[in-house]
């Protein structure tokens, strides 16, 4: 491995899931979660849920990245009984062998919220807490991010490099309002956009991240309010 390899955790809460990652080598996400594909070397998994005893609230396992294709739900997992996302689209990612991640990471006992975390291969390896995982500018765009959800916003985060503006890449939070797209970024930001854009300066004080989310939350307003869209929440 490299230190600069990614890698994405993400959340097991069923016995089957974990079975299908152990003995058929394949882990689902949500087409809708990850509409880009999935950029990432390796698969680490967050076991979720009592049904893993003494392993639940932590990282046991990783995979290595084999491959990636797209099924429906009813394909996948094979239901007996029809389900009302039977239809849905999910990526299909190919696995190699699970291997034993020790020690492991856990998320206790002060537990960090997440659905999937980006991270790279050194943070991996020397992470003990699933806080480890991130960088400042990753923690800090992710508190920020839970922010603007309480104020009833629908943020979205981004990690991978956006080939259709013009800035660099960094940790990104997008707000969908009426008149555009509002980005905020952790990497200075080129005046050649058109759109409202705002850089955030990662920093550990509390009072930076309430900055920062209003200075995102005026700018939505500024562009018309969020935009009423339907997006799923319900991940599986």
Do not use: C
């Amino acid at each position: 491995m490299n230190p600069e390899d990614r890698i994405l955790v993400g959340v097991i809460n069923t016995k089957r899931d974990f079975e299908f990652a152990r003995d058929e080598h394949w882990y689902r996400i949500p087409q809708g979660r990850a509409p880009k594909g999935v950029d990432a070397d390796y698969l680490a998994f967050f076991q979720s849920g009592k049904v893993f005893g003494d392993q639940m609230g932590g990282i046991h396992y990783f995979a290595e990245r084999k491959g990636i294709e797209l099924a429906r739900r009813k394909d996948l997992v094979g239901n007996v009984k029809p389900h009302k996302r039977d239809d849905e689209v999910y990526h299909k990612i190919q696995i190699g062998e699970l291997r034993a991640k020790s020690p492991a990471i856990w998320n206790k006992p002060k537990p960090h919220r997440f659905a999937f975390i980006y991270t790279t291969w050194d943070r991996f390896e020397h992470a003990r807490h699933i806080r480890d995982l991130y960088s400042q500018a990753d923690y800090f765009v992710d508190r920020v991010f839970h922010v603007l959800r309480q104020s009833g916003l629908k943020p979205r985060r981004t990690w991978e490099l956006a080939t259709d503006l013009v800035y660099p890449t960094g940790v990104q939070i997008r707000v969908l309002a009426e008149g555009g797209e509002v980005v905020a970024s952790t990497e200075p930001i080129s005046s050649e956009y058109a759109g409202e854009l705002i850089y955030m300066r990662p920093s550990d004080y509390l009072s930076d991240v309430k900055i920062s989310a209003k200075a995102i939350i005026a700018a939505v307003q500024r562009s018309g309010g969020p935009k009423l869209v339907d997006i799923p929440i319900e991940l599986y």
